[in-house]
């Protein structure tokens, strides 16, 4: 007789010959595992996951509102019913108007709600704008490295990625340039659907797109806008508001003067609170619509508990109360760990100064290998700390995919002693494995 054991096993593997293309191509995303690491493993210093500064987190104030309106039939039942699929409107109206005034908007844009939506996190938004353009075998441009997590949506969509060469001032506009000629000369420019940048402190870099790129790279795209095949340019703007610089450069969504080109998205999870899981994003009608339209299919509208709790934020000034203060935080957060790094990392290590959020990108000898399958990664965990490898960081397309001297640190929840601990391990780790062999 079969034994159970024996019956799941079978019965597994019959199910996983009915997924569909999409669930084949699906992958749990490393950053799950990461986090888990993070939460669950006793006595492990997690570099890796980029959560925010706990300390920061707005508990006290957060709870003041809530209690404010919760205690009112008129605002608190409102807040625990169903919401709308493209977010509220009064929320949606709120946000569009204080991006208008923050100069994020071009002044002779129409913009207004029915050119924005509410999602769960950015990450949801992204994955609405994917479902709504890319096919299997369209094309998607990105930075390389990029933002790790971004790679598994469009590849679970089927879509090929180019990665576009970065250095200390964001993507250069040049590489794009000569990506969109070359596929052109291929015949393959038409399936190019998507260019996907990061424009603030990107991740994993810390590095903010120069202003004299922002113009180029928006005039290569608005070359390009009346051929028929217009690319969207998703801008992930989700550091922004933890900018380090006083003036930081516009957003390229300030350059959209028509509101046709680009897909604008924040996130409160990192300027406020991730419990809120809100996104928010603009951008040319055709596309929000569609997105919606996904959006219903998904989850109906994000939590309006959320939402509602949101506008109070924004209404009371919590919100740039909070950012004020937490850009101060993260900047001697940021300038601890420049100091630490120095001191406990081998002669080899090379980063980029952050000029926001919360990363550093690092860069060792080519010789080693800091892969989840290398020596480094390894011998981290064997030491009790973890980073994110830089090969997770790069488009299949790239050789540094396979293999990368590179990885990501974040100082984002830790901070003081576990931080130094934490650097002082990782330090070790690297001295080890750089060490000439006997």
Known sequence: MECEEGRQSRNAAAWKQRYSRLARRTQSPEISWLMAQALEVPGLISLAAGFVDQDSLPHLEIASLMRKWMEHAATGQTALQYGTTAGDMELRSELVSRLRREGVLSPGAEVNTAHALIGSGSQQLLYLAAEALLDEGDIVLVEAPTYFVVLGVFLARGARIIGI?????????????????????QGERPRVK??????????????????????????????????????????????????????????????????????????????????????????????????????????????????????????????????????QVYRRKRDITLEIL?????????????????????????????????????RALEE???????????????????????????????????????????????????????
């Open 384 to 438: 009790k700390v973890l980073y994110v490898p830089g090969c997770l960081c790069y488009s299949p397309d790239r050789p540094e995919s396979r293999q990368s001297s590179a990885l990501r640190l974040s100082y984002g929840m830790i901070g003081g002693e576990k931080l130094r601990e934490g650097c002082r391990r990782l330090g070790a780790a690297m001295a080890c494995v750089a060490a000439p062999s006997s």
């Open 194 to 327: 998507m260019l996907y940048v990061m424009t603030y402190a990107t991740n994993p870099l810390g590095v903010t797109l120069s202003l004299a790129r922002r113009k180029e790279l928006m005039d290569i795209l608005g070359s390009h806008q009346d051929t028929g095949h217009p690319v969207l340019l998703v801008e992930d703007a989700a550091y922004r508001r933890l900018s380090f610089d006083p003036v930081p450069p516009p957003p390229l969504k300030s350059f959209d003067s028509h509101n046709e080109s680009v897909l604008y998205l924040e996130s409160f999870s990192k300027s406020l609170s991730p419990g809120f899981r809100l996104g928010f994003g603009v951008g040319p009608q055709a596309i929000v619509e569609k997105m919606v339209d996904i959006k219903g299919n998904h989850d109906f509208g994000s939590g309006n508990l959320s939402q509602q709790l949101l506008k109070e934020v924004l209404r009371e000034g919590l919100f740039d109360r909070h950012t004020e203060a937490l850009r």
């Open 165 to 185: 060469d970065t250095d200390e001032q964001g993507i250069r506009p040049e590489k794009v340039a000569e990506c969109l000629e070359r596929l052109h000369r």
């Open 342 to 378: 120095q001191e406990t990392f081998p002669p080899g290590a090379a980063w980029y100064r952050p000029q926001g959020g919360f990363y550093f990108w690092i860069t060792l000898p080519a010789r080693i290998d800091t892969g989840p399958h290398g020596d480094l990664f390894r």
